[in-house]
């Protein structure tokens, strides 16, 4: 008795056929992967959009004080000097609410710690803030810090809400709580300079520090 035999053959893939999978595949990647490594940092771009109307409003707000932040003016007339000389981040973003326009500009939308106000006044706390304020902003010194993301540590310890003064050499570094890109964590500084916004990792973020040309920088952390 013959053996039955079989029309069906094993079929190899050639070469040409392997060179065009590995082709689709390297296409694919170039397609996926950016858009990946966009994903990762939209976060960041989503605090950068923010802290630019920040200081839009900062901006505005100075234009009808004689060129000087309500950091800079005196709670007599109209500014929060004193206040923001302890660190109350919340009075001075009160004071700019009209250019604010809507609190909800002042939250980063993935900070579990912070929550949306629906106003400035009642119930407005540092709870509905995830900005810091730069105390010492000012239109002669260019390099100085207006706003920031406030995820700030200090030797590794969280900053605690209130006044923080950094020295040039202070250890401060980024949080892991909010923006991340490969293996580092960077965070948004606004400076003055023509409110440009820029995304900086620790070492960056130190360096920002001593190009502002002060000792000291003192922010409001909300």
Known sequence: MKPRSSNQRSHALTLVEVLLIVLLLAVLAAIILPGLAAAKRRSGIFCQNQIKQIGLAFQIWQADHDGKFPMEVLVASGGVME?????NAVAIFQVVSNEL???KILI???DRNKNFATNFNSGFSAKNISYFVGLDANKNLPQTFFSGDDNFAIGGVPVKSGLLELST???ITWTAERHKYQTKFYGNIGLVDALFVKSATDGELRNLLKQTGLATNRLAIP
Do not use: D, Q
């Not at 206040?83 to 660190?87: E, M, S, T, Y």
């Open 101 to 103: 326009g809507t609190p």
């Open 169 to 171: 050499n202070s250890p």
């Open 83 to 87: 206040l923001a000389a302890v660190g």
């Open 108 to 110: 980063y939308e993935k």
